[in-house]
């Protein structure tokens, strides 16, 4: 089974959010193509919205960060 490099940095940036104790990854959502990762969804706070920038800026093969992350207090 071949693994292609676009599929073993899906895991790595899944693997990333869901093992981050800093923010909460179940309403995020992460669209990847060759390198760039667009994250939407909520977050409860700023820290979160940037906690998943910075844990995702050290992934090997992100190149671009889009991040479209709400902040709502409710």
């Known amino acids: ?3 292609s490099a676009s599929d ?3 895991e790595r940036i899944e693997n990333t959010v869901v093992h981050n104790p ?7 959502l ?3 193509k060759e390198g760039k990762v667009v994250l939407e969804g909520k977050v ?6 940037q906690m ?3 844990a995702l800026k050290h992934v090997d093969g992100v ?8 902040v709502t207090w409710n």
């Open 1 to 3: 089974m071949d693994i």
């Open 8 to 10: 073993l940095l899906a």
């Open 22 to 28: 800093h923010f909460d990854h179940t309403k995020m």
């Open 30 to 32: 992460l669209k990847m």
């Open 44 to 49: 409860s706070t700023f820290f979160e919205k």
């Open 52 to 54: 998943v920038q910075e």
């Open 63 to 70: 190149d671009a960060i889009y991040n479209h992350l709400e």
